[in-house]
């Protein structure tokens, strides 16, 4: 690390944004939302499609004005200075590993008891399969980029090529459910302005991530071009796929109501996490049930394997820079992977996971209270690079947004709009930005006293990349 290494392709930078894209949760998150919204949350996916490239957009220009392995640090800070750089990297990537990844690996070891028949592990103890699925990514991690991108690599195609080929198959059969207006059914949510920005809101989580491929930029062939080609091939493959397998569930698991809660709500099929695997035996029997059981959790194996990957890359950057203790910057010797980032990533969800235990709901809203870290982290990128184009001219930009600066205005105003309609109808409003504003003020504090020069002012990339 520290100079260019040309490690990986762009097969590994796709690979590495399809395990962000197509998770576990991902599946549910597709059903309950055309649950939901029928019609309307394809076009809400479609909508976040389109703000997710624009995003893109600025990170590809970003990334080839700056390929460091601090990535995402350098690109805030060259725009606002070194205080906006530690607080928001460290809200958007360590606060959204602590709950999202936690969450993940929770209901990775919950999987894999209730459907590969490892009943006979106690429901106290499940969280050691999801340790297990951990220690393994910081394995391969540690031995290096190579390793990493051979396995990424047939993890996140295998995962995709299912997913599409069995959503295709369902294409074809007879439709079991042939009720549905306007293709994939009616919105049971409405159709109007309130009712697509909550869907919006939804779908673009199925997005969020595709930025993980940045701090590889140093290791990757051809980053200039390659890093834009796997932003861009990443999020396009995904959205395929979702359409795919949306529409082949629709057309073929009944959404028939399960049960009626206490409180009077409806839980219908495709509100379940069953319903992926139901789709999968509706098409190919329990052949198909199995292959959506083994890519679900491959699926999880996946996202683990980027973050463990990228967010060491990053605080490596970091604390070259002195945001961080220089043990940060410590390398293997043999392999010159930053081990004591790996542990330190790794560790996270594994500490999250045994405290999460089975109660997944718990902490769905601290969840989307790091996501909303997530957006106004990308708010921040969109306006460095407005910020850089007017105050630097003369950098070298081996990718220039097209029609700048169209695509962060409109990915702005996406990202406006769905920070504030971000709120589910089982929680509140504090819930979900109370937790936000505290775990942004900590990073804030932790800034505040670590920061001790170009607090405010905007550091040259020149400088940022000498570090």
Known sequence: MGEHRNIIGVSTGIASILSLMLLGSSFLTITQGISLGGYMFFVALTISYILMMCQATSFAELSGIMPSEGAVYNYVTAGFGRFMGVTATLAAYIIVTAFAASAEVA??????????????????????IGWLIVIVCMYINLRGLQLYSLLENIMSYFKYAVMVIIGLIGFFLTKKVTNLSYVWGDS???????????LVGLTLFLFVGAEYVTPLAPEMKNHE????????????????????????????????????????????????????????????GSVGKWFFAIIILVATVALINTIIASVPRILFGMAKDGMLPKVFTKL????????????????????GALLVG??????????LSAICSWIFFYALINISVIKLRIRRKDLKRPYKVPFFPIPQIVALIGLLITFFNLTPPFLTFSQIYIPFFIMLSLCALYAFFCVKKDR???VEPEELMKI
Do not use: C
Request: aromatic residues 14%; charged residues 15%; proline residues 6%.
């Open 188 to 198: 049971t949510i409405g159709s109007d302005y309130s009712a697509l920005f909550a």
């Open 107 to 128: 209901v990775a070891g919950i999987f894999v008891r209730e459907n590969f028949g490892v009943q006979f592990i106690p429901t106290e103890f499940t969280f050691l």
């Open 456 to 458: 405010w002012k905007p």
């Open 225 to 284: 071009k390659n890093i834009p080609r796997s932003l861009f091939g990443g999020l396009t493959l995904s959205i395929i796929a979702m359409f795919i397998f949306g529409t082949a569930i629709t057309w073929q698991v009944p959404n028939e109501i399960v049960t009626v809660l206490e409180n009077g709500t409806v839980v219908k099929v495709l509100d379940t996490p069953e319903s992926a695997l139901m789709f999968g035996e509706a098409v190919l």
């Open 358 to 367: 089975e109660n997944i709901d718990g902490v769905f809203s601290l969840i």
């Open 332 to 351: 293997h010797p043999k392999y010159q992977t930053p081990w004591f980032g790996i542990l330190f990533v790794g560790t996270i969800p594994m500490v």
